[in-house]
């Protein structure tokens, strides 16, 4: 008989011990890839992060782009790839110059006209790219080293909005990828980041491979955040698709991977008792986890319906499916999130422990609700998308709404979510997402806090009201008088309803202790540098 890595993990579970392999295996594996990183991170299908904000795309993106400005571990924009920079006296036009020693993966020199196209090509689908282009007289390319934002009126914010990952991320390119228009997937996959992503050896499904690149120039500031020197120091970083939870933790105890994205909540204390192992986190803001409505398509092209969800959610009930650990799991109201500036309690009355069936089933019931099917998209290798998918299509049947779940990978979700069209043609009402909470504080570049109709993030939420109101953001000065537009955004928010919330979640992950220097930030995303395998 043979005995699979999965069953001595459960032999183990039922033992309660922590699987393990012979030590001189061990040593033998580790020295063999002692400059290797193996992470259990997802399967990457998407290569270009302006037409997916899905996390592996963005992963993907991290490593083989640079960025102009990015954020600090204090939230603060800093130069990246730009050496100097600086604004006229009347605060219109910004001019940038590159660095020394940026070069493309393909061996040609970065230049201004890389950077002028990649943003344009960002402000076309970006959120705050698109408050950006409003005010924007013209981008120029001056030399090869230097380009300019000519701006109508002032924007104190640009660098921020150039660096955030609030919204979509703002890759640089090569000028001839970022010609292309964004609804076309650039796979060219050359950037000018830290690390190469190593085609011959790319498996769909199975895993995706990254190499050091050797003549990348590091900012000589040390990392902070996804700012400062951007030091590899291994040379080779592989992520695997491992999609069951157990399997991918026996990898992680057995030493073939290094590390565990968003491990299992039910498999912490398993990990915490391991000598070997560590839970962390490095997201320490944590995620707001929500349901995005479809507002293209019946029924929630009508408010009611929108509303409904509103009082149909039980928090508590979606928290203990999405985090088992309650010291990592919170209730949330605000559009803005728990741990902002700007998260306050207007008009969030809807709030109720337990959440209200009844009043859901009368709201469904005034909106004309008539039994069609209502369709909800299922990631069946995300186990906490899954259980709460199944949750909320049980709410949902129990006040008599026709819930049909639609079972997929996430991969295909990421596919999915971007079809505008009807059921019948492949279109969908509902699915399940996060977003981290630090990032809801800013509603201009927080891509699902749009409400600019097809312009906005997928599921498309339009209200002229709401986006009047966040035109203003970008004009506000002070701290007060952000947070007193914040009220007036949230009570119009809440009114027709962006999104519906499930709850806060900080989610650790978990990685052999040889695994160090992990970096701390302030979004889900993992700095592929800095780290030491020792």
């Not at 795309?57 to 083989?64: K, P, R």
Request: hydrophobic share 40%; charged share 20%; proline share 6%.
């Amino acid at each position: 008989m043979t005995i699979s890595r999965r069953d001595l993990f459960k032999i183990s579970m039922a033992a309660g011990t922590a699987f393990s392999i012979p030590s001189v295996l061990r040593a033998q594996t580790s020295s063999a890839d002692a400059r290797t990183v193996r992470m259990a991170m997802g399967d990457l299908r998407i290569f270009d992060p302006l037409l997916s904000t899905e996390n592996m795309t963005y992963q993907h993106a991290l490593a083989i782009y640079d960025t102009l400005f990015a954020l600090d571990s204090e939230h603060t924009p800093q130069p990246q790839m730009v050496g100097k920079w600086g604004v006229s006296d009347d605060q219109k036009t910004y001019t940038f110059e590159l660095r020394d020693g940026l070069g493309w993966h393909d061996g040609t020199p970065v230049t201004a006209g890389d950077c002028v196209a990649s943003i344009r090509r960002w402000t076309q689908v970006d959120s705050a790219g698109q408050r950006l282009m409003e005010r924007t007289k013209d981008i120029s390319k001056k030399d090869d080293r230097t380009f300019a934002i000519a701006l109508n009126e002032p924007l104190g914010i640009l660098t921020e909005l150039l660096g955030s990952l609030a919204g979509y991320y703002l890759p640089i390119m090569r000028e001839n990828d970022a010609d292309r228009p964004p609804t076309e997937q650039v796979t060219a996959n050359i950037g000018s980041g830290p690390l190469k992503f190593n085609h011959a050896l790319y498996k769909p499904g199975a895993s995706s491979t990254y190499d050091r690149n050797e003549k990348y120039v590091p900012r000589s500031e040390p990392a902070s955040g996804y700012a400062g020197g951007k030091v590899v120091n291994v040379d080779r970083m592989i992520f695997e698709t491992i999609t069951d939870p157990q399997t991918a933790l026996a990898a992680l105890q057995a030493g073939e991977v290094d590390f565990l994205s968003g491990p299992s909540p039910d498999l912490y204390p398993v990990i915490e008792n391991d000598p070997n192992l560590e839970l962390q986190v490095l997201n320490r803001a944590g995620n707001a986890y929500f349901v995005r409505m479809n507002f293209l398509q019946p029924p929630f092209d009508n408010v009611k319906a929108r509303q409904a969800m509103l009082h149909l959610i039980d928090q508590d009930a979606f928290l203990q499916i999405i985090s088992t650990d309650q010291k990592y799991r919170r209730n949330i109201t605000s559009m803005f999130g728990n741990n902002t500036s700007y998260s306050n309690d207007e008009n969030t009355e809807w709030f109720k422990k337990g959440g209200d069936p009844e009043k859901a089933k009368q709201l469904f019931a005034e909106a004309g609700y008539a039994g069609a099917k209502v369709v909800i998209l299922q990631p069946t290798d995300w186990a906490t998308g899954s259980n709460a998918s199944q949750l909320l299509a049980a709410s949902l049947r129990k006040i008599g709404v026709n819930a049909d779940l639609a079972p997929m990978s996430f991969s295909e979700l990421a596919t999915r979510r971007a079809n505008k069209g009807p059921i019948e043609n492949g279109g969908w009402n509902i699915f399940i997402s996060y977003w981290p909470d630090f990032a809801l504080g800013n509603p201009i570049a927080a891509a699902p806090l749009g409400a600019n109709g097809e312009r906005a993030w997928y599921g498309w939420p339009q209200n002229d009201e709401y986006e009047a109101l966040r035109a203003k953001w970008a004009n506000v000065d002070t701290l007060e008088e952000r947070k007193a537009l914040a009220r007036k955004l949230q009570h119009v928010w809440w009114d027709f309803v962006g999104m519906v919330l499930l709850g806060q979640i900080v989610s650790p992950i978990a990685h052999r202790k040889a695994l160090t220097d992990l970096l701390e930030t302030h979004v889900q995303y993992l700095p592929m540098w800095n780290m030491r395998k020792v």
